[in-house]
Structures are given as C-alpha cells and as structure tokens.
C-alpha cells in the first residue's frame, strides 16, 4: 500500500479491554484514521473478519491484542484472530499489540502502551 493510503489507514481494533480499547481508538482517530469496526472477544473479531470478507479493500489494518478471554497465554487468541485474517483478507496488514509487545501471527508488533510506535507502523506500511 502507499504511504497516501496509510495516512487514514482503515481499521479494525480487537481488545478485550474497555479502557485500553477506547484509549487506543482515540489516538488513532486524532492520528486521522478511521476506526471501521471493534471487538472485545475473540468470538466477536471472527464475526467482524466475515463482515469485512464480504467488501474486499474495505479495510487496511487489523489491531489486535494477544489475550483477549480469560486464562489466554503468550497470545494464544491474537495468533487465532491474525490466522483467519489473513487466510479471508488479504492484504489486511495484522498489528500485534501486547504488554509484551509480541502477537504470534501478527505481521508486525508493538508495544501496547506505545501509541508513538503504533503510530508509526501504521504510517510506514
């Protein structure tokens, strides 16, 4: 994608929690993007990856958390979420956020707290 497109990328965020979803919506939308869509479960995100299947380009990134239900470890449930998005929309460019900074599957990770660098993955794809 150009980096034209970046600059109000389409998104989708999937976080399981509230306050941290809300956070990372608003400083995306005052970074110019377009928050499409959000989903705290796992459950939720799949419904949303069959909702975007259906308008192909309708969405550029995915911003999904590592553990999104209770007793998840080492990012189980990112790793599932980025799985089906890539194999139902490609193209779509899957950003891992965790406290520890790494979502297996993801094609790119950052730090949770860090909206700087969230910020700058999105602008340099």
């Known amino acids: 994608m150009q980096n034209n497109v970046m600059d109000k990328a389409k998104i989708i965020l999937i976080e399981d929690s509230e ?18 869509a959000l989903a705290g479960s796992v459950e939720t995100a799949l419904l949303l ?34 799985e089906d998005i890539h194999s139902r929309l490609p193209g779509v460019v899957v950003i891992g956020i965790s406290l520890d900074g790494t979502v297996p599957g993801a094609d790119m990770n950052v730090p949770k707290d860090s909206s700087r660098a969230l910020h700058k993955a999105i602008s340099d794809l």
């Open 19 to 36: 306050g941290w979803r809300n956070d990372i919506r608003a400083d995306l939308e005052a970074g110019g993007h377009v928050v499409e």
């Open 49 to 82: 990856v069959d909702l975007f299947a259906q308008s192909p380009g309708s969405l550029d990134v995915a911003v999904v958390d590592g553990n999104l239900s209770p007793g998840s470890e080492n990012g189980a449930d990112g790793e599932r979420v980025a």
